[in-house]
């Protein structure tokens, strides 16, 4: 009887300290806004638990343009609350590029290529194929001059999945 109770005891406190599962994000096709600089769409895919791709078309309010970027982004850690595991938030990194298109004081367009390197977090909850996310993307604008710039942004996007794992 005291080794059952022994034994009781030990998967008991093992399974108290074990950490709680990761949460797989939604796959597939994702759809949403995103606010802030730029102010637009967010297009997301993912066909890999821990990369996938990003893309916005969107308008800068601040500085008069149209932007469009593309991003290959990866998960760096997922962040758990073991009072909330059912809610998770994955950091991310990653690389992409960023063109941006406005009217110049002589009504001509000119656009200004840039890569962008994007740092964020994500909020997965397990109980719906969305996401929301905060980002800061540092910019350097390669062409036509080259300069440091910046994007932040918030957002959230709906996944168009039947294979979404939750």
């Known amino acids: 009887m005291k080794s059952i109770c022994l034994v009781l005891a030990l998967a008991s406190s093992q399974a108290v300290s074990a950490k709680p599962s990761r949460i797989e994000p939604p796959k597939g096709i994702g759809a949403g806004i995103?606010?802030?600089?730029?102010?637009?769409?967010?297009?997301?895919?993912?066909t890999q638990s821990k990369s996938y791709f990003d893309a916005a078309v969107a308008w800068s309010a601040t500085q008069d343009s149209l932007h469009i970027h593309f991003d290959s982004l990866f998960e760096v850690?997922?962040?758990?609350?073991?009072?909330?595991?059912?809610?998770q938030f994955p950091l991310y990194t990653g690389l992409g590029v960023r063109v941006q298109v406005s009217p110049s004081g002589s009504q001509k367009i000119y656009s200004i290529l840039g890569i962008r390197a994007p740092i964020g977090i994500t909020f997965l909850p397990q109980v719906a194929p969305f996401e929301v996310f905060a980002e800061f993307a540092p910019v350097l604008s390669i062409y036509p001059d080259t300069r440091m710039n910046y994007d932040f942004a918030i957002g959230a996007r709906y996944y168009f999945s039947n294979t979404a794992n939750h």
Do not use: F, K
């Open 34 to 46: 995103v606010m802030g600089v730029p102010t637009g769409i967010s297009l997301g895919y993912r």
């Open 77 to 87: 850690t997922q962040i758990v609350d073991p009072n909330a595991p059912q809610y």
